[in-house]
């Protein structure tokens, strides 16, 4: 499959009606943007959702049920919208309205979370910023991979992961030092309202699509890596083919080893972490992640993509079992460190993967379909997870997860070998 996807981005990067046949020296400016976008929302959304919990049960007196309930109905719920909306982008022959559009709701929901009277209003908006991450999710994925030369995507989907993940870690921290300060939830919910609204400005004013190839609704992108394709075909009606769909089943085995990250700081808590504490897990793995992510992606720009993520499933199985084993807090740490490490040897690549093998007129949707498959998966993962912590305990759910990290590397492994030797694949 990385032969065949190999010569697919050459043959892009030689194509008549392409701009420069060299690579560009460095990433375009909208990429840092698109990055900063994310990053800017990740502050908003984790500051919410990190006292979200604590504010439903004990200023509104929600139950451990209902906020089940409210998780699993929401994140359902964004599941269902991803798998469409990459479509809709392909289907418009547009990306950035729809990625405005997603950006643009969420911001909208985090005063409500301050104005909140009921759980019911919480549960409301809860659902109504889902609506807004899985209606931008695919369109702006793909809009990177139209922005972005076919021997950069590597480098343009390790760094939005990284800056992504910076915010992932920033949030909390700003939640922290926001109710330190004030002891108010409303008003920090506020003040997560302002890196949401800086967000929508960005991507609205220094985010432009590129030009597109014709002027109907389904025309891709005349990007230096798409040009050729766009004049071949320029419907939304090719097939996503045999390359995509090895790849989102690559994706999805490895997703069903690697459970929610909640259990990492369950893990922490199960070894004497206070509730003080056991953000550090999250704040231990985020940096790992952002700090590999980008290098990580860079690299497989220029040795393939294949061997990084193989490593990044042995590097899993590494951080299930010192996870399983920790005797200490310390020692969670270093696990979740490296489980961090294993993110940014893997996501960041997998999209660059999806983005290298769909169909450029169906990029949204190929993105769709990746983002709705892994998602089904990680919820059956953690599922799975959650079930073995109850009935066998702490150290079990890991170990298991660990052995899924090998089977998962295993299959990945027998995929890339009938790939070579099938023409089907």
């Not at 990284?162 to 109710?179: E, Q, R």
């Not at 200490?328 to 690549?349: D, F, K, P, R, V």
């Not at 007129?361 to 983002?371: D, L, M, P, Q």
């Amino acid at each position: 499959m990385e032969t065949r996807i190999n010569r697919q981005r050459q043959d892009e990067a030689s194509a008549p009606h392409s701009a420069p046949a060299q690579a560009p020296p460095r990433l375009p400016p909208a990429i840092w943007t698109l990055g900063l976008v994310s990053l800017l929302m990740d502050i908003s959304s984790e500051t919410v959702h990190s006292l979200l919990p604590v504010f439903l049960v004990s200023t509104l007196g929600a139950s451990a049920t209902y906020l089940g309930w409210l998780e699993g109905v929401s994140e359902a719920l964004a599941l269902m919208i991803r798998a469409v909306s990459g479509t809709w982008s392909d289907r418009l022959g547009l990306r950035k309205p729809l990625a405005v559009a997603g950006y643009g709701l969420s911001a909208l929901t985090k005063p409500l979370f301050a104005l909140a009277s009921t759980a019911g209003l919480v549960f409301a908006a809860r659902l109504l910023d889902r609506v807004g991450k899985g209606v931008r999710g695919a369109p702006r994925d793909a809009l990177i991979a139209d922005l972005t030369h076919p021997s950069l995507r590597g480098a343009a989907y390790g760094l939005r992961q990284s800056l992504d993940t910076i915010g992932a870690f920033l949030g909390p921290l700003l939640a922290m030092a926001g109710m330190a300060a004030t002891g108010d939830f409303r008003a920090v919910f506020w003040l997560a309202s302002i890196p949401a609204a800086a967000c929508v400005v960005l991507l609205i004013g220094f985010v432009d699509e590129p030009q597109r190839a014709a002027a109907t609704a389904g025309a891709v992108p005349a990007t230096p890596g798409d040009a050729a394709a766009a004049t071949a075909t320029n419907t939304a009606s090719a097939p996503l083919g045999a390359a995509f769909k090895l790849v989102v089943a690559v994706a999805t085995l490895f997703t069903l080893a690697r459970f929610s990250e909640a259990f990492l700081i369950l893990r922490a808590v199960s070894l004497g972490a206070s509730a003080a504490t056991a953000p550090l897990v999250m704040i231990v793995m985020n940096l790992a992640y952002t700090a590999s992510a980008y290098p990580v992606g860079r690299l497989s720009d220029r040795r393939g993509r294949h061997g990084l993520l193989a490593a990044g499933a042995l590097v899993l199985v590494v951080a299930d079992l010192v996870l399983a084993a920790a005797t200490s807090l310390g020692t969670a740490l270093i696990g979740a460190a490296i489980w961090g490490l294993h993110m940014g040897l893997t996501q960041g690549l997998l999209a660059a993967m999806v983005a290298d093998a769909a169909p450029a007129e169906r990029r949204g949707t190929a993105f769709g379909v990746y983002s709705a498959a892994t998602g089904v998966a990680l919820i059956a993962a953690s599922v799975i997870a959650g079930s073995l912590w109850e009935n066998v305990g702490p150290a079990a759910t890991f170990y298991a997860g660990a052995a899924l990290a090998a089977l998962a590397l295993a299959g990945f492994t027998l995929l890339l070998k009938h790939s070579r030797v099938s023409p089907a694949c």
